[in-house]
């Protein structure tokens, strides 16, 4: 029964999450509050660890979370599970895209999905950022407004992203250097 649920909801994450792998996160955090099979600070892990090894973020969180639940058939269950929306769909676009893609109501469509996609990241983006820069339990104990943020993390962010917009060198460069410097200050 859980093959057949890991299949299911993934099939449903690839079905629904327009727009990449960074539109996969509202769904995993949906799959983290209903079944537990992961935990908020694991998602995250495996969107660092996705984000800078070769594949997509959805299909490696598939397979991590297949994995993790019931092992090697459940990652390939979970991954099957999330790509054969794409395969379907892409294959039905492929065949019609051409015909229609210039008539006002798929352009339509396509024009109110993509604000929807850039919301469905920046919730993404907004519970990475919890996880990553914020330190809830020590500001709620304490009520110091300034341990409400990790200096550390923080510290790190600023920097990442003043290199990444100043210099624009690779991206591997930047996750390197971070994750060297959290190995060397032990975050």
């Not at 969180?61 to 395969?87: D, H, R, W």
């Not at 994750?179 to 200050?185: A, D, E």
Request: aromatic share 14%; proline share 5%; hydrophobic share 55%.
């Amino acid at each position: 029964m859980i093959y057949f649920i890991l299949f299911i909801e993934f099939f449903k994450i690839g079905l629904f999450s327009i727009g990449g792998g960074l539109a996969t996160l509202p769904f995993l955090y949906d799959l983290i509050n209903k079944y537990g099979w992961i935990t908020s600070e694991e998602l995250v892990d495996m969107l660092a660890i996705s984000e800078s090894t070769p594949g997509p973020i959805g299909i490696n969180t598939a397979t991590f979370v297949g994995y993790k639940t019931v092992g090697p058939l459940g990652g390939l269950i979970a991954t099957l599970g999330i790509v054969t929306p794409a395969i379907i769909v892409m294959t039905i676009i492929a065949h019609y895209f051409m015909k229609f893609n210039e008539e006002p109501l798929v352009r339509a469509g396509f024009n109110g999905i993509r604000p929807a996609v850039v919301g469905l990241i920046a919730a993404a983006g907004y519970e990475v950022f919890k996880i990553s820069l914020l330190n809830i339990p020590a500001y709620v104990s304490s009520n110091n407004l300034l341990e409400l943020f990790s200096l550390k993390a923080l510290g790190l962010f600023v920097i990442m992203l003043f290199g990444i917009l100043k210099f624009k060198k690779h991206p591997i460069l930047y996750i390197v250097l971070a994750g060297l410097i959290g190995i060397i200050f032990k975050y």
